[in-house]
């Protein structure tokens, strides 16, 4: 099959379904692979070919919007002023199937123009039946505010330029094909998500569990890191090293490329600091995993048996916290009103949740996984 996937410009977004393309590359299909051009070295060793547009999504150096519906704008932008580039690509080399990531907005509207399913990987949970009613409380001023009404008129004209007669809030939330990359126990809801989502789990990339470039020290790790998007936080990363500097900890600390490492000032012996770390290998050697609760880093840390300490930024990231509370496999902080002391004792006491994670550990791997997700997506075609 030529099989097209359509990703987001966010390595959050890229690395859940990667070792899935790089699968459907090992048996033989050939896969197109749009993203915007500054990741393209990200997706090229799986073996693409990578249809490259440029991307107006925040890099490492940019931030997000605080709004939740102003954020949401961005990925529908993105997908506007990209959809030209697409179809111009596209039209010519039609696939057999389109895969795409949540904020790979153009898939769903590109599978219509050719006639071809269109399978959503998603990262994250997804809606379940009730779930606008449910979620009233959050969603209703979001889609009733000024930035929520523009959205939906813009994404409402979109989809009619391309003879698409549907409500957008419809659209985005129930995809006609999906695939979670996730844990079930990680679904909210589960029992109620429609026959049209398949839960294969965590597809881990066999590439970046083979990294080594970062040896584990002969002590208990605490790994601390929030993530791509919202990890400008200097003044946390330093009350981090106060409290767990000169300790029985050896503490690494993943700044991102916002935050500059001088700032953080001198290092205690016990505690390092990096750009970025191989997180799949330091997963795999940590007692505790300080994070700000993104689904990507939630389900490593289950697939790894790590209890968390989750300290929540934004959009999903506090219902995955509450979720990992909920499971047993972790302690739930706010981020404005973390101290030292609190900090020391979630810590402590997400220690004591090590056989619990273990437990969920072995139930998370029994999905199926890598090969799972690469059978199902096959089948589409059938």
């Not at 999504?57 to 959809?83: R, T």
């Not at 390092?272 to 330091?282: K, Y």
């Not at 300290?311 to 404005?336: C, K, R, S, T």
Request: charged letters at 20%; aromatic letters at 10%; hydrophobic letters at 45%.
């Amino acid at each position: 099959m030529h099989i097209a996937m359509i990703g987001t410009t966010a390595p959050s977004h890229i690395y859940p379904s990667l070792a899935v393309i790089a699968e459907l590359v090992r048996r033989g299909h050939r896969v197109t692979y749009a993203v915007g051009d500054s990741l393209r070295h990200l997706v090229e060793p799986a073996g693409v070919e990578v249809v490259p547009f440029s991307s107006i999504l925040p890099d490492g150096e940019g931030s997000w919007p605080d709004d939740p519906a102003a954020a949401m704008q961005v990925f529908l932008d993105e997908a506007i002023a990209s959809y030209p580039v697409l179809t111009a690509f596209y039209d010519d080399d039609q696939p057999d199937l389109f895969l795409y990531d949540i904020g790979g907005m153009t898939a769903p509207v590109l599978g219509v123009r050719y006639g071809v399913t269109a399978v959503q990987l998603s990262p994250t949970y997804v809606a379940w039946d009730g779930y606008a009613e449910d979620l009233s409380d959050a969603l209703t001023p979001m889609r009733e505010s000024v930035t929520g009404l523009a959205y939906h008129a813009c994404y409402t004209t979109w989809l009619q330029d391309n003879d698409i007669d549907a409500d957008p809030w419809e659209w985005i939330t129930y995809p006609k094909h999906c695939l979670s990359l996730i844990p079930r126990v990680m679904q909210p809801h589960a029992d109620r998500v429609a026959d049209t989502v398949r839960f294969v789990g965590p597809c881990l990339d066999p590439v970046r569990l083979s990294d080594r470039s970062w040896t584990a020290p002969d002590a208990p790790i605490l790994y601390i890191s929030f993530g791509t998007g919202y990890n400008e936080r200097p003044e946390f990363y330093r009350l981090c090293i106060e409290t767990f500097g000169n300790t029985d900890w050896h503490v690494v600390i993943s700044i991102g490329r916002r935050v500059d490492p001088a700032v953080l000032g001198a290092l205690p012996a016990n505690v390092e600091v990096h750009e970025h770390v191989p997180q799949l290998v330091v997963l795999d050697a940590a007692t505790v995993f300080i994070t700000h609760a993104g689904m990507g880093g939630c389900t490593e840390a289950l697939w790894f048996g790590v209890p968390t300490v989750a300290i929540p930024q934004a959009v999903d990231q506090f219902g995955n916290a509450a979720m990992l509370a909920e499971l047993g496999v972790g302690v739930h902080l706010d981020f404005e009103k973390v101290t030292a002391t609190s900090l020391a004792d979630a810590v402590s006491e997400a220690r004591r949740l090590s056989t619990r994670a273990t437990a969920v550990s072995t139930e998370v791997r029994a999905h199926g996984g890598l090969e799972q997700a690469a059978d199902a997506i096959e089948v589409f075609r059938r």
